[in-house]
């Protein structure tokens, strides 16, 4: 069974930077050529994907944070990090990480608790 936790969230002030983590335990990612995602969902909406990196380290982003957040991934570790900089109210969201696509586990998606991260004006 997959197991993830996500840290690094807080409150910050517009234009700052937060860089959030995940462990990742029961699969080894690197091994299988699992991609990874960091996604998030804001109050009232839909959880969506914002940056996805695969096992070569290609990057993908979500046009609303191109150029600000940047994800990486440590195989030896199996943790996957998110650096997001020039934050803004916007980017307030509970943020999590998964495979991509997500990972299911008897049945149904597996996610971790999600760290929250709050952007103020």
């Known amino acids: 069974q997959v197991h993830l936790v996500e840290s690094g969230g807080g409150l910050v002030q517009a234009g700052g930077s937060l860089r959030l983590s995940c462990a990742v335990s029961?699969?080894?990612?690197?091994?299988?050529?699992?991609?990874m995602g960091w996604y998030r969902q804001a109050p009232g909406k839909q959880r969506e994907l914002v940056a996805t990196?695969?096992?070569?380290?290609?990057?993908d982003y979500q046009d609303s944070v191109k150029g600000r957040f940047t994800i990486s991934r440590d195989n030896a570790k199996n943790t996957v990090y998110l650096q997001m900089n020039s934050l803004k109210p916007e980017d307030t969201a509970v943020y999590y990480c998964n495979g991509v696509p997500t990972f299911v586990g008897r049945g149904r998606e597996v996610w971790g608790q999600g760290t929250l991260v709050t952007v103020s004006s």
């Open positions: 990196v695969s096992r070569g380290d290609r990057t």
């Open positions: 029961g699969i080894i990612f690197s091994g299988q050529g699992q991609a």
